[in-house]
């Protein structure tokens, strides 16, 4: 084989196996559970933009939410973005956004999905 036929090879195995993790198109699960005093405000919006109002991002929930109360929906990317109010001030005192991605496995350089596809996040909004 040429050197010119073996870098072809090389770019195209290494196109397919990028290609290949991130399966692209299907659903990604979310579920986002809260642990409260009290209920709270909770925003959650598919995108990888802080705060989880943004313009990039997309919202899924805007409301409020009890304490043991999970949220579950499909998203079509790989990252969401949660942040909440606190239990002490639930109608003004915002926690920092965060952002959560799908599980990966990694082994040195190279990424793929883990088995379980499942994006999971636990809130807190209790101040301790």
Not at 32 to 56: F, H, W
Not at 74 to 88: G, K, L, M, P, Y
Request: charged content about 20%.
């Amino acid at each position: 084989m040429t050197r010119s036929r073996r870098t072809v090879v090389v770019v195209l195995a290494i196109a397919a196996s990028a290609a290949a993790p991130s399966q692209a198109g299907e659903p990604v699960p979310v579920e986002v559970s809260l642990r409260t005093r009290a209920p709270v405000r909770v925003r959650i919006s598919e995108g990888a933009t802080v705060p989880c109002d943004a313009s990039t991002n997309r919202v899924l929930f805007d409301g409020w939410l009890a304490d043991q109360a999970v949220f579950r929906t499909t998203i079509a990317s790989e990252t969401i973005c949660v942040e909440h109010t606190w239990d002490d001030y639930p109608r003004a005192g915002w926690a920092p956004a965060g952002l959560a991605h799908r599980p990966k496995i990694c082994l040195g350089r190279r990424c793929v999905p883990a088995p379980d596809p499942t994006i999971r996040v636990a809130l807190d909004a209790t101040r301790h």
